[in-house]
């Protein structure tokens, strides 16, 4: 299985993980069962657009658009920032609706 997400994927966070608020050292963290990553801005940007219904690629666009940046460059950063947390099980992936 390839970890790699395809534009059309629909990643979201699966049971038991959530994005919270870190009030002993600050900032958000993603916590998933007996287990936790500190989120920088960039990764709480990333996060906040995963909801199950926006598509890798919609993504993408979202996040180079907001920001400015090229999106092949973006696609890039956060292909290999959502393969790594779907390696730890963090965030899974359904295909699109069809």
Do not use: C, N, W
């Given at each position: 299985?390839?970890?790699?997400?395809?534009?059309?994927?629909?990643?979201?966070?699966?049971?038991?993980?959530?994005?919270?608020?870190?009030r002993v050292r600050?900032?958000?963290?993603?916590?998933?069962?007996?287990?936790?990553?500190?989120?920088?801005?960039?990764?709480?940007?990333?996060l906040s657009r995963?909801?199950?219904?926006?598509?890798?690629?919609?993504?993408?666009?979202?996040?180079?658009?907001?920001?400015?940046?090229?999106?092949?460059?973006?696609?890039?950063?956060?292909?290999?920032?959502?393969?790594?947390?779907?390696?730890?099980?963090?965030?899974?992936?359904?295909?699109?609706?069809?």
């Open positions: 299985m390839s970890l790699a997400l395809h534009q059309e994927d629909l990643p979201f966070l699966p049971r038991g993980v959530r994005v919270v608020e870190d600050g900032g958000k963290v993603l916590l998933g069962p007996e287990k936790a990553v500190a989120l920088d801005p960039i990764g709480e940007a990333i995963i909801d199950g219904a926006t598509s890798f690629g919609a993504l993408v666009q979202d996040l180079a658009s907001t920001y400015a940046a090229p999106e092949t460059q973006i696609s890039q950063d956060v292909q290999r920032f959502l393969a790594g947390l779907r390696a730890r099980m963090f965030i899974a992936v359904k295909g699109p609706k069809t």
